[in-house]
């Protein structure tokens, strides 16, 4: 009996190597269960809907983050500026814990949830909804706020490296 092409091993690469060629904005999801906070550095962000107002984020089941998040909690997603490599570097692991709010400067709204206070947007969301793939889950945060700051100036993931985006109108007149 051969192997499912759709599971197979060289599929699977081939496809985390298509995706290393995906440039993607860089966020750092945060959120609130009592007193304790979380955060996690996340290219897999996007918008679901502008009626009702909504995104989804994916989320590993075996990070930190996700328990708080399968419990309903509502969390920001703070889209970082060029500036903020470290704030990544240190939401992608090199921090643990509470350590990652040392990063940066934080604030909660006035439901608690954590906010990065100079992040190029901070979108709040209530959560609205949940599913389950693979070995992520896809969570719907329906927004409740929207604070934007500085100028657009979004920090990159692409080939496993952080980088910056030129405007197109400096490429063009190259």
């Keep these: 009996m051969s192997a499912n092409p759709e599971t197979s091993p060289t599929l699977r690469d081939d496809m985390l190597k298509a995706m290393r060629r995906m440039a993607r904005s860089v966020a750092v ?49 703070n889209l970082l500026a060029a500036d903020h490599q470290d704030i990544a570097v240190d939401c992608s692991g090199r921090l643990k814990g509470e350590e990652r709010f040392t990063s940066g400067e934080w604030e909660d709204d006035l439901l608690g949830v954590p906010c990065l206070r ?22 719907i945060g329906r927004l409740r706020e929207v604070r934007l700051a500085g100028e657009v100036s979004p ?16 490429l063009c007149s190259a």
Aim: one cysteine or more; a negative charge; hydrophobic letters at 35%.
């Design 29 to 77: 999801v945060s959120c609130r269960d009592g007193e304790r906070r979380y955060s996690m550095s996340v290219t897999a962000v996007d918008s679901l809907s502008a009626d009702p107002p909504s995104l989804l984020i994916c989320i590993n089941r075996n990070s930190s983050i996700y328990p708080p998040l399968d419990a309903g909690t509502d969390f920001c997603i």
């Design 118 to 139: 100079n992040a190029q947007a901070n979108l709040v969301c209530r959560q609205d909804g949940r599913f389950d793939y693979g070995t992520h889950a896809v969570f």
């Design 155 to 170: 920090l990159v993931y692409v080939d496993g490296a952080y980088t910056t985006s030129a405007p197109l109108r400096a």
